[in-house]
């Protein structure tokens, strides 16, 4: 078992880290304290091809495997969280479902502008009175002519108002339960599409996570994903490893609380010396960097499982569900060890400690891992 990136690999994550340090460090403050789109920052990563990272040369993509888009997940994360995910929805639940379920004229119209940044992608699955039980969605598509005409509201959507296209989930047959639901690419500015408020965050400033209505909303038919009744299916295969691009965004914030706390306890000197030598605070360290290797080694493990075509809905949950509490675990004791200082904006583990929160929230909760990961057990 060779644990070592591939030299491919190894020069993807040192582009990310150096594009992430001098690109992005600077961006901070503006998405920080004035929620500002990084618009720039994805116009720059697009030059880079870090928006189509796992998609085929054919269709504009760099064709590169999942374990260096999860690299490139996991060093953007490193810098700021909110990039992060920005590129984790864009690619495994909008551009890849158009990929693996789509027609040809569908990739050709969609993929090949996802995957140059062209365009930005988001995924519309969460309603109101659909959170963790996706499956019971509201929001309605009936077909008329050419046209399915879509009724009804969704909320949480990442990079909802900045994003040109949107899988959106819908019922197609309500008395089908999940193999009723459809999916639909739909276009920003198709009448009777609205895009609604913007939710104030506790963290993931600068990103976008929004309201969407539909009213009377007219999609051409030919914009259907895949056939009617596997919406669901493409919803939930796609989250799958989705998931692992979650698992590497947490890795990233973990892995920045820990090298943040670890130079500060080596500088911060009291009762005499540094307090990294304080045996609490040692301990401490040796926790946090433990678990960050943990969470390392299932966030890669899944990665590589992935990049093979081996399923790995499990490994994937497992993956979210332990980096996901490493983030929030490790990002907690970095206040930690800042003491005072790390309550305040002068440092960043402030910012870990509210980013980390999210990553045991969406794309599952960690009790809707749990699920995933229990049947799995109780199925074999
Ligand atoms: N791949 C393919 N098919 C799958 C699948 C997968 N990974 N998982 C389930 N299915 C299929 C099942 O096989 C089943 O079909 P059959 O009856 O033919 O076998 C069908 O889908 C229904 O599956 P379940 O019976 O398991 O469905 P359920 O209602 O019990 O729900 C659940 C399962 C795991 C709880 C699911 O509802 C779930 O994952 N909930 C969480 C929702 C979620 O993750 N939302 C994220 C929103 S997006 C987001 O957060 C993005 C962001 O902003 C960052």
Avoid at 173 to 194: H, L
Avoid at 288 to 301: G, I, P, S
Avoid at 304 to 319: F, V, W
Wanted: net charge negative; charged share 25%; with cysteine.
């Amino acid at each position: 078992m060779d644990l070592r990136f591939s030299e491919e690999q190894e020069m993807m994550r040192k582009m990310v880290r150096d594009f992430a340090q001098t690109e992005i460090t600077p961006f901070i403050e503006r998405m920080e304290e004035h929620d500002e789109f990084p618009r720039e920052i994805l116009n720059k990563m697009a030059e880079l091809g870090l928006m189509g990272i796992v998609i085929p040369e054919e269709y504009g993509g760099a064709g590169m495997d999942y374990t260096s888009y999860i690299i490139a997940i996991n060093e953007l994360s490193r810098v700021s969280a909110t990039v992060g995910v920005i590129l984790s929805v864009h690619t495994s639940v909008c551009t890849n479902p158009i990929l693996f379920f789509g027609t040809e004229e569908q990739k050709k119209k969609y993929v090949t502008k996802l995957a140059s940044g062209e365009y930005l992608g988001a995924f519309a699955l969460t309603e109101p009175n659909a959170g963790s039980d996706a499956a019971s969605l509201k929001t309605r598509a009936v077909k008329d002519g050419d046209v399915y005409v879509l009724n009804g509201s969704k909320i949480f959507i990442t990079n909802g108002g900045e994003a040109d296209v949107y899988i959106v989930f819908a019922v197609t047959d309500p008395d089908k339960g999940s193999k009723g639901i459809s999916a639909f690419i739909v276009e920003k500015g198709t009448p009777g599409f609205i895009i609604g408020k913007n939710e104030k965050k506790m963290g993931l400033h600068g990103s976008r996570t929004v309201q969407l209505s539909f009213e009377d909303c007219k999609v051409p038919a030919e914009n259907l994903l895949g056939q009617e009744g596997e919406g669901f299916k493409i919803a939930m295969s796609n989250l799958e490893a989705g998931r692992i691009g979650i698992a590497a965004q947490s890795l990233g914030i973990a892995e920045a609380a820990l090298e943040a706390a670890v130079a500060y306890a080596k500088e911060r000197q009291q009762f005499g010396k540094p307090i990294a030598l304080q045996q609490g605070i040692g301990f401490k360290l040796a926790d946090m960097a433990t678990a960050v290797e943990a969470a390392r080694l299932l966030v890669y493990r899944a990665a590589n499982l992935k990049s093979n075509g081996i399923p790995c809905a499990q490994e994937a949950s497992m993956a979210k569900l332990f980096a996901s509490r490493t983030a929030m675990e490790v990002a907690t004791e970095a206040v930690q060890v800042f003491g005072g200082y790390g309550y305040t904006k002068e440092y960043p583990v402030e910012r870990y400690f509210r980013d980390a929160k999210i990553c045991e929230i969406y794309e599952g909760t960690s009790e809707i891992q749990r699920i995933v990961i229990s049947r799995k057990l109780i199925a074999d």
